[in-house]
């Protein structure tokens, strides 16, 4: 009676001890998981800052860019850049000393239907000669 | 129970736990030297300045902006003295010999200057040698990108962008952001990683814009147009500027001799540095004729129908006044087209002195024209108490009182817009750091000082004065305008200097409705003729015919 009662003892704390093992055990797993996800999730974050931090400079360097760019603008458009270019290499000048020649065209004097008919037809081709000149004129 | 202490692992554990304790006090509760020492190991903090507002014209464009700048400097723990010739070979003139001498020895502290504001190009070909202890900064460097246009106005500022002139200084809440400070780690070398710039970065104070009523190609054209006259006439100074008469805009302002706030070293010269069109007072001689006449028949002093006789010169209590000639009978207007000092000091001396004085007050002269610039002079008026003897007929002619060519010409605007006296204004609108409009420039009638109708009159005599008076050598087929000559002599210690003249033209047009009022000075010319109708208006001229082309 007395050795059974031992044995049912023994049997009895072997299962509460086995319980406590294990909750520790799987206490540690959590915090050793949730550690290691914590640590991970801290990478992951440093991870990403860093990305942000450099896409923060590629965003500031562009914005150097721009703002030379605008100076190198500001200065290409300057007026006085714009007069320099156009009077020094591109040859303007002003208006008062451009020269405009006119070359007046001469009047056929005689009405064409008073003429002959090849003097007609002469007639014409001289006409027409005088617009292929004043076209080429032109074109000049 | 004390056996557990024979155990080697209970002591084990007993240090551990000593240590981590240990340890938590230090991490959480650290001594402050401690976190001191750390911080100025780990940790440094740079001043970083921020970008200045842009200045823009009325077109848009920016005449005053930054840029980014790269700013060098060594840490003299990590520094070593051998590479100092480094710095010289690339860095040349921006390193001056007692710098190299400087850099070449052992020093304190932890900071120095290498160079400031250099091109980033420049520092990276430095930064590529990798010198030990030496390191950049970014910063912003204020440019010009139009060069010396507009300097005097623009102003400048120093190398820590605080506004030293002009705009620059008078405008500096709004054009002013503070420097940024920035918190960088330091790695194993010394050199700061910029690790703090997301979360913790101090928010900064947006710079605001200014944006101004100067029209940049008149602008360009005043300034070539008078540098050339410059070239020509070799005055000892020389303004000009141009307003739009009707509400008191500045279209262009042009000083000289001038600078390039883009190089310092062209501001060495503190004649350079003055605004002839605001801080220079002079007597502006005939060109203030338009002005005295308008008083005289506003107040009925004078007939439209009188007859004057010129002699060539008259005397007057104690003084004389004289002509260039004797211009015999002149009609009243005629003594505007003819500029005709012995007429205009007959009228000079009807003048009451205590009305004219407070009629001149009104007229803006000897007080601030309240212009947005810094540096503005009040001119000189004679009190009641002096218009006694020859003073009234000198002032008629426009000497006996000074004043600058901003007064003159706001004086002018209203004898031609209708006889508002308005106020001048430079700044078209003020933008702060948010974009929302804290101020914006327009017209301010001050006084009304003549009436219309005396107003077209005078109007019409000044374009007679370009048609068939002094200034024909300002008319242009162009376009209508009126103007008026002056040649004014130049006094020092109480007496006028023989052969010192300031030689001026004021011209306005269209003449119906002018929306343009220009003044042109030269002040002391040296070679090539003295007369304000000889060298200033063609000058005026010349400045016309290039606007009217170019403002196509």
Not at chain 1, 16 to 28: D, E, G, T, Y
Not at chain 2, 237 to 250: E, I, K, M, Q, T
Not at chain 2, 337 to 351: D, L, T
Request: a positive charge; charged letters at 20%; hydrophobic letters at 45%.
């Amino acid at each position: 009676m007395r050795a059974m009662s031992a044995t049912s003892k023994v049997r009895k704390k072997t299962p509460r001890k086995n319980r406590v093992h294990s909750a520790f055990a799987a206490i540690a797993v959590l915090v050793g998981m949730m550690t290691m996800g914590l640590a991970g999730l801290r990478l992951l974050n440093m991870n990403l800052e860093q990305r942000l931090t450099r896409l923060n400079e590629t965003i500031e360097n562009y914005q150097e860019i721009e703002l030379d760019l605008k100076n190198n603008m500001a200065s290409l458009l300057s007026p006085a850049r714009v007069y320099s270019v156009a009077s020094a290499k591109m040859g303007m000048v002003s208006e008062a000393s451009v020269t405009v020649v006119s070359v007046a065209v001469p009047k056929p004097s005689v009405s064409m239907a008073s003429l002959p008919v090849k003097a007609r037809k002469g007639l014409g081709e001289l006409a027409l000669s005088m617009i292929f000149r004043k076209e080429a004129h032109a074109q000049d | 129970m004390f056996r557990v202490f024979k155990d080697v692992w209970t002591w084990l554990f007993l240090v551990i736990v000593i240590l981590a304790a240990r340890l938590a006090v230090i991490q959480l509760w650290p001594d402050p030297r401690t976190v001191s020492q750390a911080s100025s190991q780990y940790w440094t903090q740079v001043s970083i300045s921020t970008s200045r507002g842009v200045i823009r014209d009325n077109r848009g464009a920016a005449l005053a902006m930054s840029v980014p700048a790269t700013s060098l400097f060594i840490d003299p723990q990590y520094w070593d003295p051998a590479n100092a010739p480094e710095l010289k070979a690339v860095l040349k003139n921006l390193v001056s010999a007692s710098d190299l001498a400087k850099f070449s020895k052992p020093m304190k502290g932890r900071f120095v200057w290498v160079a400031r504001k250099i091109s980033p190009d420049l520092a990276a070909r430095l930064l590529s040698k990798k010198l030990d202890g030496l390191y950049a900064l970014k910063e912003r460097k204020r440019v010009y990108p139009q060069g010396p246009l507009l300097a005097q106005v623009l102003g400048f500022c120093d190398i820590d962008d605080e506004g030293l002139a002009g705009l620059e200084q008078s405008w500096q809440d709004i054009l002013y952001s503070p420097p940024q400070a920035k918190i960088l780690a330091r790695d194993a070398s010394g050199q700061g990683i910029d690790l703090m710039s997301l979360q913790r970065a101090p928010k900064t104070m947006k710079p605001g814009e200014l944006v101004l009523t100067i029209d940049p190609i008149l602008q360009m054209v005043v300034e070539k147009r008078l540098k050339e006259a410059t070239d020509e006439y070799k005055p000892k100074w020389a303004a000009a500027v141009c307003l739009d008469p009707r509400d008191g805009a500045v279209l262009a302002s042009a000083s000289w001799p001038t600078f390039d706030p883009n190089k310092r070293h062209t501001l060495k010269n503190p004649l350079v540095r003055l605004n002839n069109v605001i801080g220079r007072v002079y007597e502006p001689g005939s060109t203030l004729k338009p002005v005295i006449m308008s008083i005289a028949k506003e107040q009925g002093l004078v007939r439209e129908n009188e007859y004057f006789h010129c002699g060539g010169r008259i005397k007057v209590a104690d003084g004389v006044v004289t002509d260039i000639k004797a211009h015999g009978g002149q009609h009243l207007a005629d003594l505007v087209v003819n500029s005709c000092n012995v007429g205009m000091a007959q009228i000079g001396i009807r003048f009451r002195p205590r009305f004219s004085y407070d009629n001149l007050k009104q007229w803006g002269f000897s007080s601030l024209s309240g212009i947005e610039l810094p540096g503005e002079e009040e001119g000189l008026v004679s009190t009641p108490e002096q218009w006694r003897g020859v003073v009234p007929a000198n002032i008629a002619i426009g000497q006996g009182i000074g004043m600058t060519p901003l007064q003159l010409i706001t004086a002018l605007s209203a004898v031609i817009n209708g006889g508002r006296c308005v106020r001048p204004y430079i700044v078209k609108e003020a933008k702060d750091g948010e974009g929302k409009i804290v101020y914006r420039g327009g017209e301010f009638v001050k006084n009304v000082v003549i009436s219309k109708k005396t107003s077209d009159w005078v109007r019409t005599v000044m374009r007679r004065v370009v048609t068939e008076g002094t200034g024909k050598a300002a008319n242009s087929p162009k376009v209508s305008v009126g103007g008026k000559t002056g040649t004014a002599q130049v006094a020092e210690h109480g007496k006028y200097v023989k052969g010192r003249f300031v030689a001026s033209f004021v011209g306005f047009w269209p003449v119906e409705n002018p929306d343009h009022i220009w003044l042109v000075v030269l002040g002391e010319p040296s070679q090539k003729g003295h007369l304000g109708g000889a060298i200033a208006a063609p000058a005026f001229r010349a400045m016309l015919e290039d606007y009217l082309v170019l403002a196509q």
